[in-house]
């Protein structure tokens, strides 16, 4: 009996056992700095406009002008001033994880009950009142 190498490659490890529900499993991304939509759009807009003053004439691939575009239709949060006083906002509630802040700040639901139920896992960390409170202070920065 002889041996013969292998003639197809290992299967790669299956992913995707990440779960935003009541309990989140992130995964390898459990402790990666999120950003909202707002913050993403000022990160990526101040890039494109640095390297639009380094260089003359610059092509951005159809990938970035889609993804900017993206972020500028649905980032909630347009001035500089609203987007850092959301994240401080957010931030300021060390009960929350990253991702939920994330969340939070991209997706501004009106009501507890409607934050509660898009991100099921806000569930036991805070009261619908206090919940309700800071939904109420982003909705005061988003219509300055």
């Known amino acids: 009996m002889s041996h013969h190498a292998p003639t197809s490659r290992a299967k790669p490890e299956q992913g995707g056992e990440e779960e935003a529900t009541t309990i989140l499993k992130l995964g390898e ?3 990666v700095d999120t950003l909202t939509l707002s913050e993403a759009a000022l990160v ?3 890039l494109v406009a640095k390297r639009r003053n380094e260089r003359k004439n610059v092509t951005e691939s159809e990938m970035l002008t889609k993804t900017i575009d993206y972020l500028d239709t649905f980032a909630r949060f347009k001035e500089k001033e609203s987007v850092e006083a959301v994240e401080r906002l957010l931030s300021s509630h060390k009960e929350f994880h990253k991702f939920e802040r994330a ?15 898009l991100i099921p896992s806000l569930t036991n960390k805070i009261s619908d009142e206090d919940l309700q409170e800071i939904l109420d202070e982003m909705y005061k920065l988003m219509h300055r």
């Open 29 to 31: 991304f459990q402790d």
């Open 44 to 46: 990526i807009n101040a």
């Open 103 to 117: 969340q939070l700040g991209s997706l501004c639901c009106e009501t507890a009950e409607e934050a509660k139920y």
